[in-house]
């Protein structure tokens, strides 16, 4: 019998899948991308139908039990995903001062 947080996450994955799909048709995020925000969420549903395959990883990884395991991967790509941020944040700031400094030089050229 399914449990309530079952239903809950297969929405829940089965809508963010869909979400990064037509994020991929309207060319917003990569291939790459896709492929590993469908892997994220396809290893989020086996998991949610089959929580003693967590447990099976996490022997083999030498951690005590599945849910730890995923709590520390958790932490890990949650860490990876705000730098990925960070570096698209920076970027992101040079861009808008090199085109501040741009428009400020050319505002000064039309003054002269």
């Known amino acids: 019998?399914?449990?309530v947080y079952q239903i809950i996450v297969f929405i829940f994955?089965?809508?963010a899948l869909s979400r990064a799909i037509?994020?991929?048709k309207e060319s917003k995020i990569t291939r790459g991308e896709l492929y590993f925000w469908s892997?994220?969420?396809l290893g989020v549903l086996v998991l949610t139908f089959l929580p003693s395959f967590s447990d099976i990883l996490a022997?083999?990884?030498g951690i005590g039990r599945g849910a730890d395991l995923l709590v520390y991967a958790s932490v890990l790509l949650l860490f990876y995903l705000m730098f990925r941020?960070?570096?698209k944040i920076d970027k992101?700031?040079?861009e808008i001062t090199k085109l501040v400094q741009k428009v400020a030089y050319e505002n000064v050229k039309k003054k002269k």
């Open 85 to 87: 941020l960070y570096v």
């Open 1 to 3: 019998m399914l449990q």
């Open 92 to 94: 992101t700031e040079q």
């Open 22 to 24: 037509l994020r991929a």
């Open 59 to 61: 022997d083999y990884a």
């Open 13 to 15: 994955a089965l809508f």
């Open 39 to 41: 892997l994220l969420w």
